[in-house]
Structure formats: structure tokens, C-alpha cells
């Protein structure tokens, strides 16, 4: 192979990888990353209460779940206003960027309260959704 269509050859390949990339980033999906620890009695709690019906709600077709453990820290594919030291924290993130954060878990309500605002920051309001 000559040296002329191996260089072609490979900045369509570095173009091509760069479309993608930019694509991809483009087009992410909204999440909801919850960062957790091994022992928090609050992550089990909201696991125990608020997992189970999570991904019935509009709020999860909004912000569906990702979990990521404080003790991994692999979380690198966005970024963070501030860093996360509490644990649960629920980090809303649209496009690659955080755009809001729920600290602490009190209950279910509070929970469902805060979240449906940050669902409102993603698109058109959620509708209240009755849960048992």
C-alpha cells in the first residue's frame, strides 16, 4: 500500500471517529446518577422504598437510572458543578452536564418532589403521578 492512500485512509478514519464522537455527545440522554456507598442505611432505605417503582414513573422516562458506587467513582462521562460527598445523591444530568442535584433522601415524598422539578429542567413538566 503506498504511503498517499494509507494517510487517506486514516484521516477518514479520524474523521469518521470524530463525527461519531460528536454525535454521541450530542444526542446523550438525559439521566438521573445516583451515587451511592456500601453501608449508607439512607441508600438502602431509598432502594428498599423508591427502587422498586422507580422505573414505572414518568420521572424515569425523563431520567432513567444510572448507579454509580462513591467507592468506584467511575462516573467520568460528565461533568459535576461540585464534587459529590454525601451519599445518596441523585445528580440530574442532560447532555454530558449536570443541570441540577437532590442531596440526602428524607422520604418519598420529598424525593418525588425535588425530582419532578428537575425532570421540568429536561423537558415539559411531569404530570403528578400517584404512587402507593
Not at 468506584?72 to 459535576?80: E, M, N, R, V
Amino acid at each position: 500500500m503506498c504511503p498517499g492512500k494509507l494517510q487517506r485512509i486514516v484521516l477518514l478514519v479520524l474523521v469518521a471517529t470524530a463525527t461519531s464522537l460528536a454525535w454521541i455527545q450530542g444526542g446523550r440522554a438525559a439521566e438521573l446518577v445516583m451515587f451511592e456507598r456500601d453501608g449508607c442505611a439512607w441508600c438502602q432505605r431509598w432502594l428498599h422504598e423508591i427502587g422498586p417503582v422507580y422505573d414505572k414513573t414518568a420521572e424515569a422516562k425523563v431520567l432513567p437510572l444510572r448507579r454509580v458506587s462513591m467507592d468506584a467513582q467511575l462516573a467520568g462521562d460528565f461533568s459535576l458543578a461540585s464534587p459529590v460527598r454525601y451519599t445518596p445523591t441523585f445528580v440530574a444530568v442532560d447532555h454530558g452536564r449536570e443541570i441540577g442535584r437532590i442531596t440526602g433522601f428524607l422520604n418519598d415524598d420529598a424525593f418525588w418532589g425535588l425530582l419532578s422539578t428537575l425532570a421540568t429542567r429536561i423537558t415539559s413538566p411531569v404530570s403528578p403521578i400517584e404512587r402507593n
